[in-house]
């Protein structure tokens, strides 16, 4: 069992900068891969960036150049750092784990956070 708990959303001006981080409970953490999700009103969830157990990284075409994702085992954590933020990058953000790569990039994790609001405005 995997527990996810996210932080680091909040309010922010077009052009600025956030941090998204997603800690996880259990001893198995470096075994997962890792993802971010977003879900917009109206829209469906998307899959936004997503990193392997080995550290490959793979991002949607409209992040690319702008956001990061990376994990640090030894806490527990995998983290987004948004930049260059856009009015459209408003959402609710989820972070979600799964031992098989292929389940993550087609949001089918085993295990999903509760969710982080970012608000872009303009």
């Known amino acids: 069992q995997v527990q996810l708990v996210e932080s680091g959303g909040g309010l922010v001006q077009a052009g600025g900068s956030l941090r998204l981080s997603c800690a996880a409970s259990?001893?198995?953490?470096?075994?997962?891969?890792m993802a971010w999700h977003r879900q917009a009103p109206g829209k469906q969830r998307e899959l936004v960036a997503a990193i392997t157990s080995g550290g490959t990284q793979y991002y949607v075409d409209s992040v690319k150049g702008r956001f990061t994702i990376s994990r640090d085992n030894a806490k527990n954590t995998v983290y987004l750092q948004m930049n260059s933020l856009k009015p459209e990058d408003t959402a609710v953000y989820y972070c979600?784990?799964?031992?098989?790569?292929?389940?993550?990039?087609?949001?089918?994790?085993?295990?999903w956070g509760q969710g982080t609001q970012v608000t872009v405005s303009s």
């Open positions: 259990g001893r198995t953490f470096a075994n997962y891969a």
């Open positions: 979600g784990a799964d031992a098989r790569f292929p389940k993550v990039r087609r949001g089918e994790n085993d295990y």
